[in-house]
């Protein structure tokens, strides 16, 4: 006999696998072997025939009520009182939260490092592992791995389903061991008396390359002796039912032949196991399998409905982070709320960062400050293992309690995937507002809602739900700035410059949604009879179709303008709304003359100088119209058109007649090489450059306003006057100070 083995016994739920799993412990611990069995179902009546009806303690109850330090085996290991002969039988169960809460699986894993820490399973010579249901997930999945797992028995009836989960436990052990590693015992029928049943189990284990281990048969005894909370192996009479636990002890005492894990394709599972005759019937009510040429061809699919094109994968954007990250780090800016992060320290700390990092280099590098950056208005319920195992929402009442204690102008709690994935009602906070405080949950669960952006839109959407008071009066002159960039360097002097505009006008800023607002201001979003796009990008546009449907809105066509000819367009605009000309005509005049004057300055230093030219797909007339009034020379201009969609650099077709796109970096470095700029420009920061010529990175968020291109280009006089002298004195001076 080997010294030490152990079992998992796997199969669908409900197929039989607690009694199967008791008898044979039973039986083995009758020929003298010290027998361990351990349920891994979180109902926890894996050992109940085995301790006569007697409901043990779990480990993770244990772990709950004790911690992990302070519990000892003997909390959890009890001795079955059958008392047959020299009888050793431990029983533990692991448990589980309750049903609908916390994460299972998770607890099946600590259970295991319970027992791992204390080396309860090496006192024993066979360790049986009665495990819940399917190969379901990572945690169930634990007794199946080589370090548990010496054998695996599939138990099963002919039942369509239950082979379908045999099948699927296959595929799971083939992940741990591929195609060369023996570790499947075979299979345990667990008779129904179905038609064709035997036919349906033998040609599933032929296909597999199984053995029958047994064929246990369907009987009145086995409800019996659970009536009497007891296992088979002790009643009389029962000398059938019993042999067939005996041939599995036998193979448990002399060890047994081991076979690989070759799962069947779904279509192979149900072509063999149903057989012709019955797989038309059984697959009207059981298995449905949709091909492409069976779909009805007015049905859309998920892809094509979000607007993503099979032929164009690459056109998808890319990913910058989880729904719960962009979520957090877009309600923040609601400054007088309080935002709570669901979910485990590391996450929010890692959205802390996001939220922080930005704030703090540019006050450090350039002395702007960004408030909801440096210093956010948010905090987290720190979730630990034992909400991972058993729910968290405890936790999160307490943290929002606390919140409202604080009389905020909303509490906003966001969730991470792991409050996602334990199942917490996030919802169900909302029932705490008070009159004067919402509550709103917004159930991000990390990514597994999205990435950064649609969690960015979630929480749009779902603050402007729930804080817009639909009834508010019309005022008169006022508008809202809708879309602001959550994090950027000049989105106050942006905001500046516009409010500046506006008010030559005689029109006020109602709101920000949501580049930094008050619950209050959000609440009166609907007062103001116009709203301003801060940029074109297509979440913008989407907040603004989402707007238009769900409130009625009305939006200016133009966003917030960005260089002189678009600054024109957007005051006349808004002045033809407000019925406002005169006003901005002298507007126009003032900011017409300011910008002219600039032009005479920059084309005095720049005119003739080459520029060479690599960006992303974006409009830069901004950039190009004042540049064509300077006088430079574009020698190339490259487009890296990451997001393969179409390119919309120029709206003037003729400016971008030598366009090229750009693949690879070296052949830019060679480009800069032939051609012997004055001035490089990219959409990110480069170096790109040699002696001769200067360096610069278009900005993502151009300032706005007439001066948006000609304050750019003054900073290049400036570099190349610094160029020429070799002095970058006030950066260096500025490292020394915060750096060392």
């Known amino acids: ?26 039986a083995a611990a009758m020929k003298g072997m010290k027998v361990l069995q351990i349920g891994c179902d979180p109902k926890h009546d894996s050992t109940r025939l085995l301790m006569h009806g007697e409901s043990i303690p779990t480990v993770l109850d244990v772990l709950r009520d004790k911690g992990t330090e302070n519990a000892v085996p003997e909390d959890v290991l009890k001795m079955s009182p059958i008392r047959e002969g020299n009888i050793r039988i431990g029983c533990i169960e692991a448990g589980g939260p309750k049903p609908g809460v916390g994460c299972a699986g998770r607890g099946i894993i600590s259970a295991f490092e319970f027992l791992g820490k204390n080396h309860i399973r090496e006192q024993y010579d066979r360790v049986i592992y009665d495990v819940l249901g399917d190969v379901v997930c990572g945690g169930f999945a634990v007794p199946v791995r080589r370090e548990y797992a010496d054998a695996v028995f599939l138990v099963t009836s002919g039942e369509f389903m239950a082979l379908y989960a045999a099948n699927n436990i296959l595929r799971g052990i083939r992940n741990f061991d591929g195609d060369k590693y023996k570790r499947v015992a075979g299979i345990i029928y667990n008779e129904r008396k179905l038609e064709d049943e035997d036919g349906r189990v033998e040609r599933f284990a032929k296909a597999v390359g199984l053995p029958i281990l047994v064929k246990i048969p369907r009987s009145e005894v086995f409800s019996k002796a659970e009536q009497q909370n007891k296992t088979v192996m002790e009643l009389d009479g029962a000398e059938e039912e019993k042999v067939k636990f005996q041939i599995l002890a036998k193979m448990l005492e002399d060890g047994m032949e081991l076979y690989p894990a070759n799962p069947l394709s779904d279509e192979e599972h149900e072509r063999i196991v149903l057989g012709k005759a019955d797989a038309a019937a059984e697959k009207q009510g059981i298995v449905e399998d949709v091909t492409e040429e069976s779909k009805d061809p007015g049905e859309e699919t998920s892809a094509s409905a979000a607007g993503i094109t099979s032929n164009t994968p690459s056109a998808r954007r890319p990913l910058y982070g989880c729904a719960f990250n962009g979520a957090a780090s877009q309600a923040v800016h609601l400054t007088d709320a309080i935002v709570i992060a669901h979910g485990p320290k590391a996450c929010a700390f890692y959205t802390m960062q996001t939220i922080s990092s930005p704030g703090k280099r540019n006050i450090f590098n350039r002395g702007v400050l960004l408030p909801s950056s440096i210093s956010p208005n948010f905090t987290s319920t720190d979730i630990s293992h034992a909400e991972a195992v058993f729910g968290g929402m405890d936790l999160l009442r307490d943290a929002v309690m606390q919140a409202l204690d604080q009389k905020p102008g909303a509490v906003i709690v966001v969730s991470t995937c792991v409050a996602g994935i334990i199942g917490d009602d996030l919802k169900s906070v909302e029932d705490m507002s008070t009159e004067e405080i919402p509550v709103i949950a917004i159930p991000a669960d990390g990514d597994m809602n999205g990435d950064y952006m649609e969690g960015l839109r979630m929480a749009t959407n779902m603050l402007l739900d729930r804080l817009t008071d639909r009834n508010i009066p019309k005022k008169t002159n006022c508008v809202n700035i809708i879309g602001e960039a959550g994090i950027a360097t000049n989105k106050d002097s942006n905001f500046a410059v516009m409010e500046r505009l506006l008010s030559a006008m005689g029109i006020e800023v109602n709101c920000r949604f949501l580049g930094d607002a008050k619950v209050e201001e959000v609440r009166q979003i609907l007062a103001a009879p116009l709203n301003i796009l801060a940029s074109d990008t297509s979440d913008a546009q989407m907040l603004k179709q989402y707007m238009i449907s769900e409130f009625g809105c009305t939006f200016l066509e133009e966003p917030l303008p960005i260089g002189f000819e678009a600054t024109k367009n957007w005051i006349l605009a808004i002045a033809a709304f407000f019925r406002c000309e005169e006003k901005a005509k002298d507007l126009i005049q003032n900011e017409q003359k300011d910008y002219q004057e600039k032009v005479a300055y920059l084309k005095s230093h720049l005119e003739g100088k080459k520029v060479f030219l690599t960006t992303i797909n974006s409009n830069i007339d901004w950039l190009l119209d004042t540049a064509y009034e300077v006088g430079l020379n574009f020698i190339h201009i490259g487009v890296y058109n990451y997001l393969r969609t179409p390119l919309v650099i120029s709206k003037h077709p003729e400016r971008m007649e030598n366009a090229v796109e750009i693949l690879d970096a070296s052949r830019t ?32 968020i151009p300032d706005l306003g007439v001066m948006s291109a000609a304050e750019i280009m003054e900073r290049w006089i400036r570099l190349m006057n610094t160029k020429r002298k070799g002095e970058w004195e006030s950066d260096r001076k500025l490292f020394e100070k915060y750096f060392q």
């Open 1 to 26: 006999m080997n010294d030490h083995l152990e079992i998992a016994v796997y199969g669908k739920g409900g197929i039989g696998k607690s009694t199967v799993s008791a008898n044979m412990t039973a």
């Open 669 to 700: 470095r060679q480009l800069i090489r032939e051609k012997k700029p004055d001035i490089i420009l990219s959409a990110y920061t480069s170096d790109e450059g040699d002696d001769h010529a200067i360096t610069d990175a278009l900005p993502m």
